[in-house]
């Protein structure tokens, strides 16, 4: 008996401890320099490498688009292009090549690409 009350309890604690956050620790939404600076460097710490400069952000509704400096554990230093879609209460890195649209024969934007019309040029002619 108690070990099923226990089985039946511990989720119940887990999930109060997840309901618990205060607002410093949820993430911001907005579209601006110092959230997507944060929301890069999450992915850029995942990968072990770290942002030099962060270079340049266009925001259209729920997209964002920036660009940054970026180096690796070795040194190596590149410039990277970040597409993110606002979902819920996230920014979703997205793949260019899964959300602007099949190609065209003549450069114009796709009838089947999810990106604003006024990102898509920056954001996707650069794959």
């Given at each position: 008996?108690?070990?099923?009350?226990?089985?039946?309890?511990?989720?119940?604690?887990?999930?109060?401890?997840c309901q618990s956050a205060?607002?410093?620790?949820?993430?911001?939404?907005?579209?601006?320099?110092?959230?997507?600076?944060?929301?890069?460097g999450m992915f850029l710490h995942e990968s072990e490498m770290e942002m030099t400069s962060f270079d340049s952000l266009k925001c259209s509704g729920d997209w964002a688009?920036?660009?940054?400096?970026?180096?690796?554990?070795?040194?190596?230093?590149?410039?990277?292009?970040?597409?993110?879609?606002?979902?819920?209460?996230n920014w979703v890195l997205k793949a260019p090549e899964s959300v602007c649209g099949s190609a065209t024969g003549d450069g114009s934007k796709p009838v089947d690409s999810a990106i604003p019309d006024d990102l898509w040029q920056e954001a996707c002619l650069v794959i």
């Amino acid at each position: 008996m108690k070990t099923k009350v226990l089985a039946l309890c511990i989720p119940l604690l887990f999930l109060g401890a997840c309901q618990s956050a205060t607002p410093e620790q949820t993430a911001s939404t907005a579209c601006d320099q110092t959230t997507m600076e944060a929301t890069i460097g999450m992915f850029l710490h995942e990968s072990e490498m770290e942002m030099t400069s962060f270079d340049s952000l266009k925001c259209s509704g729920d997209w964002a688009y920036a660009k940054a400096s970026v180096k690796d554990a070795q040194g190596v230093a590149s410039n990277e292009s970040y597409l993110f879609q606002r979902t819920g209460d996230n920014w979703v890195l997205k793949a260019p090549e899964s959300v602007c649209g099949s190609a065209t024969g003549d450069g114009s934007k796709p009838v089947d690409s999810a990106i604003p019309d006024d990102l898509w040029q920056e954001a996707c002619l650069v794959i």
